[in-house]
């Protein structure tokens, strides 16, 4: 079974920092792409970060240069660093592998003053 659990958001001012965490199970990890993405309210679901099962990375230019995915196949895990954040990073943010499965709870970052 598909299980895709993520942790680590929180509450944290602008300018601050937050590490997220994505554990897998259920699927042949190593073989796949993985892909975080948030979620606002009332908008569509982004990818913002992308890492290739050659550790290449691709980023959405809103969060290039803040943020930086990678990944721990070993622990079938997944990880988006995320710096200098923004108010506007505020979201329900998720991963998956790609092509997407079954999505998770997601775990909410909230950047408040």
């Known amino acids: 079974q598909v299980q895709l659990v993520e942790s680590g958001g929180g509450l944290v001012q602008p300018g601050g920092s937050l590490r997220l965490s994505c554990a897998a199970s259920?699927?042949?990890?190593?073989?796949?792409?993985m892909g975080w993405y948030r979620q606002v309210p009332g908008k569509q679901r982004e990818l913002v970060a992308t890492i290739t099962t050659t550790l290449s990375t691709i980023y959405a230019d809103t969060v290039k240069g803040r943020f930086t995915i990678s990944r721990d196949n070993a622990k079938n895990t997944v990880y988006l660093q995320m710096n200098s954040l923004k108010l506007e990073d505020t979201a329900l943010y998720y991963c998956?592998?790609?092509?997407?499965?079954?999505w998770g709870q997601g775990t909410q970052v909230t950047v408040s003053s």
């Open positions: 998956n592998r790609l092509p997407n499965v079954l």
């Open positions: 259920g699927i042949t990890f190593n073989r796949y792409a």
